[in-house]
């Protein structure tokens, strides 16, 4: 007799997600507070409101991505019924460029607020995000672009699809989470931004909270087993 398949419903690891963000926003607005005198602006707007803007922003897409799957896979498909996936996933992917959009003049605003010498920010940047362009690059090549917006809760071909094992994945199962987001750390490095270094770990502590409370139990569910590759 097969196994039973993991329950799951809309609000499952929601609790656990509210708290971790709540202490992450916590922590992030504390060191923030600590070094706001070093603020700038860009395009007339402040550090401070770049800075909110770049912690808001991931929120925004991870509470979205939470959303659409859990009313994808517990509400009989209601995303694909709805909107469809296609609409879906271009909604994904312009939250992920508003990531972006607030973070990058946060690291100019806030640009040379780090006390490191720049030959020791720009070989540190480097080695960050040298291996985040690798698995930036692995992802477009191998994964696909639908099967990391999350392709599996919505098409069942996708998930009989094998495991991608070439690029970064060769290396590690989840190559977006664990090396594409040192991306921001390193350019906040480079342009000596302890605001975007602020920003760059919440965003990157983020995104495990989101695949503990949100993505992996969903996994559970689909796969019915606790090791998998991700899937966003």
């Known amino acids: 007799m097969a196994p039973a398949m993991p329950r799951l419903s ?6 656990l997600h509210a708290t971790g963000l709540a202490l992450l926003l916590l922590l992030s607005g504390g060191a923030w507070a600590a070094i706001a005198p070093l603020s700038g602006e860009f395009l007339g707007i402040g550090s401070d409101g770049w800075f909110w803007a770049a912690l808001a922003a991931p929120v925004a897409h991870q509470t979205y991505v939470w959303i659409c799957w859990r009313l994808e896979l517990v509400h009989s498909k209601a995303v694909s019924r709805t909107i469809g996936f296609g609409r879906y996933r271009a909604v994904f992917f312009i939250l992920i460029a508003g990531r972006l959009v ?3 003049p946060l690291a100019w605003a806030n640009r040379d607020s780090l006390t490191l010498p720049l030959p020791a920010r720009l070989v540190l940047g480097s080695l960050l995000l040298v291996p985040s362009a690798y ?21 069942e071909r996708y998930r009989k699809m094998p495991l991608v094992s070439e690029g970064i994945f060769r290396w590690t199962s989840n190559g977006m989470y664990g ?6 750390w390193g350019l906040a490095l480079m342009l000596g931004s302890a605001g975007a270094l602020i920003a760059a770990a919440f965003g990157h502590a983020y995104v495990w909270l989101h695949y503990c409370a949100t993505e992996r139990p969903d996994m559970e569910f689909i796969y019915g087993q606790t090791q998998h590759a991700s899937s966003g």
């Open 102 to 104: 607030a973070f990058v």
């Open 10 to 15: 809309f609000w499952t690891g929601q609790i």
């Open 179 to 184: 090396v594409a987001f040192l991306g921001p």
């Open 135 to 155: 698995a930036m690059h692995s992802v477009v090549r191998y994964f696909g672009m639908s099967r990391a917006a999350g392709a599996d809760h919505f098409d």
